[in-house]
């Protein structure tokens, strides 16, 4: 059997319209003329609140999903929808701002009703206007209930302006301060992102995503919000101070985070939080009279911090130690000046005077030879040459072979004795 009515229409079981009277379905309206004239007439005095809220949440449905035929039974079909606009429109804005000055209890209703005009008219202003004011006051009351510590109680207010989706920064903002301090943190994440969305520059909003993830444990995601905020105001103090909480978690390099400790310290000189730092971080580096000059600087600020004088008594007793412990210094010994590279006209003469001293050295032993009475040939004269005479001998560049060192040693000029004397 099927489950349609004779003619066009929609579905007896369909949910949307169990529980409404047959003489009201709105697709029946848009069959006939004269249910079509007849509803012209309720809707008119629906103007007046007699139409009831059930039925024209009904009337919501049918702006989602209108008929494809232009024109029914004689009459525009974008006319109708128009009428039925305008007078869903006014009814609900109408209910739900009664609503609003009944007060609190009724957020959820008024939530509702606006959402259903915004969805088939987004730029309603009553409805709009209407929604940001009840979002304002869930945020006050959100912040009302985490102040008496009713943190289950803010949650719901701030479940119920999500639901609502508001539309300005100020909505995110406060839903992402309300979730940090109430330790839900994702949520936080999501409400200061889709803040972020609407001003990716705002400064309240990247500082509070750097605490948001420092609380978090997520040190990497910290750091990169509040460099954010630095590029944006280079003397932002508390970005500096997320920056130096991070780089000592992420166990940055010691000179690293004390350049972003004395930047903070520049900028505000009267931090005692910095300055503490400061002193607990020099001595690391072996900077004791700096540490020294900031624990004094702390004592003038607050003379009765013990925890101050207690630490620079200790590192004024280290100073005095390593005084006397300090080993005479060495005199360094000078250095020796370096000489002159040579020009290549010197190398030259250099290399040919050391050809000259071994030629004579080989010379000179062949004379020794003939002295003695021995000759310079035969099978056992070339075994009887020192062997660093023979390396001498060798060489390319002086002889290269014995054939040659003797021709040259022939053909040079012999000293007789008679020359000698």
Same mark, same amino acid.
């Given at each position: 059997?099927?489950?349609?009515?004779?003619?066009?229409?929609? +579905?007896?079981?369909?949910? =949307?319209?169990?529980?409404? +009277?047959?003489?009201?379905?709105?697709?029946?309206?848009?069959?006939?003329?004269?249910?079509?004239?007849?509803?012209?007439?309720?809707?008119?005095?629906?103007?007046?609140?007699?139409?009831?809220?059930?039925?024209?949440?009904?009337?919501?449905?049918?702006?989602?999903?209108?008929?494809?035929?232009?024109?029914?039974?004689?009459?525009?079909?974008?006319?109708?929808?128009?009428?039925?606009?305008?007078?869903?429109?006014? /009814?609900?804005?109408?209910?739900?701002?009664?609503?609003?000055?009944?007060? *609190?209890?009724?957020?959820?209703?008024?939530?509702?009703? =606006?959402?259903?005009?915004?969805?088939?008219?987004?730029?309603?202003?009553?409805?709009?206007?209407?929604?940001?004011?009840?979002? *304002?006051? #869930?945020?006050?009351?959100?912040?009302?209930?985490?102040?008496?510590?009713?943190?289950?109680?803010?949650? /719901?207010?701030?479940?119920?302006?999500?639901?609502?989706?508001?539309?300005?920064?100020?909505?995110?903002?406060?839903?992402?301060?309300?979730?940090?301090?109430?330790?839900?943190?994702?949520?936080?994440?999501?409400?200061?992102?889709?803040?972020?969305?609407?001003? *990716?520059?705002?400064?309240?909003?990247?500082?509070?995503?750097? *605490?948001?993830?420092?609380?978090?444990?997520?040190?990497?995601?910290?750091?990169?919000?509040?460099?954010?905020?630095?590029?944006?105001?280079?003397?932002?103090?508390?970005?500096?101070?997320?920056?130096?909480?991070?780089?000592? &978690?992420?166990?940055?390099?010691?000179?690293?985070?004390?350049?972003?400790?004395?930047?903070?310290?520049?900028?505000?000189?009267?931090?005692?939080?910095?300055?503490?730092? #400061?002193? &607990?971080?020099? +001595?690391?580096?072996?900077? =004791?009279?700096?540490?020294?000059?900031?624990?004094?600087?702390?004592?003038?600020?607050?003379?009765?911090?013990?925890?101050?004088?207690? @630490?620079?008594?200790?590192?004024?007793?280290?100073?005095?130690?390593?005084?006397?412990?300090?080993?005479?210094?060495?005199?360094?010994? @000078?250095?020796?000046?370096?000489?002159?590279? #040579?020009?290549?006209?010197?190398?030259?003469? @250099?290399?040919?005077?050391?050809?000259?001293?071994?030629?004579?050295?080989?010379?000179?032993?062949?004379?020794? &030879?003939?002295? @003695?009475?021995?000759?310079? /040939?035969?099978?056992?004269?070339?075994?009887?040459?020192? /062997?660093?005479?023979?390396?001498?001998?060798?060489?390319? &560049?002086?002889?290269?072979?014995?054939?040659?060192?003797?021709?040259?040693?022939?053909?040079?000029?012999?000293?007789?004795?008679?020359?000698?004397?």
């Amino acid at each position: 059997m099927s489950n349609r009515v004779a003619g066009k229409g929609p +579905p007896i079981n369909n949910p =949307l319209y169990r529980g409404m +009277p047959k003489e009201l379905n709105p697709v029946s309206w848009l069959k006939k003329i004269k249910q079509i004239r007849a509803v012209a007439d309720r809707m008119r005095e629906a103007r007046e609140g007699q139409i009831e809220i059930n039925l024209l949440w009904e009337l919501v449905a049918l702006l989602k999903k209108p008929p494809k035929k232009e024109r029914i039974a004689g009459f525009k079909k974008k006319e109708v929808i128009a009428e039925i606009k305008e007078v869903v429109s006014l /009814r609900f804005t109408q209910r739900a701002s009664e609503l609003f000055d009944a007060g *609190e209890y009724y957020y959820n209703e008024i939530i509702t009703l =606006l959402k259903g005009v915004l969805s088939f008219d987004e730029n309603n202003k009553d409805a709009r206007d209407l929604l940001d004011k009840t979002i *304002e006051a #869930l945020l006050d009351k959100a912040k009302e209930y985490k102040e008496e510590n009713r943190p289950g109680d803010a949650l /719901r207010c701030c479940e119920k302006i999500a639901e609502a989706g508001p539309a300005q920064l100020d909505s995110w903002f406060r839903m992402g301060v309300l979730y940090k301090e109430l330790r839900r943190y994702k949520k936080a994440i999501g409400s200061y992102k889709k803040a972020l969305k609407l001003n *990716e520059n705002n400064i309240d909003i990247l500082m509070g995503l750097g *605490e948001v993830y420092e609380k978090k444990g997520s040190f990497n995601n910290a750091l990169s919000f509040y460099s954010r905020v630095e590029k944006i105001d280079p003397r932002s103090v508390p970005a500096k101070q997320g920056m130096f909480r991070a780089y000592v &978690r992420l166990k940055r390099d010691k000179k690293a985070i004390i350049e972003k400790a004395e930047e903070i310290k520049n900028l505000d000189p009267k931090n005692k939080n910095i300055l503490h730092e #400061l002193g &607990r971080l020099y +001595p690391k580096i072996g900077q =004791l009279d700096k540490a020294c000059s900031v624990y004094e600087e702390i004592l003038k600020l607050d003379p009765e911090d013990s925890d101050a004088r207690k @630490k620079l008594d200790i590192i004024k007793e280290e100073i005095s130690k390593s005084e006397k412990t300090v080993p005479p210094k060495e005199e360094t010994p @000078k250095k020796e000046p370096q000489p002159r590279p #040579l020009t290549p006209e010197e190398r030259r003469r @250099k290399e040919e005077k050391e050809i000259r001293e071994k030629k004579e050295k080989v010379f000179k032993w062949f004379q020794s &030879r003939l002295d @003695k009475g021995l000759g310079l /040939r035969g099978g056992g004269f070339s075994k009887s040459i020192p /062997r660093d005479l023979q390396n001498i001998i060798r060489n390319q &560049r002086i002889f290269g072979n014995v054939s040659t060192a003797l021709r040259e040693f022939c053909e040079k000029p012999q000293k007789t004795k008679s020359s000698k004397k």
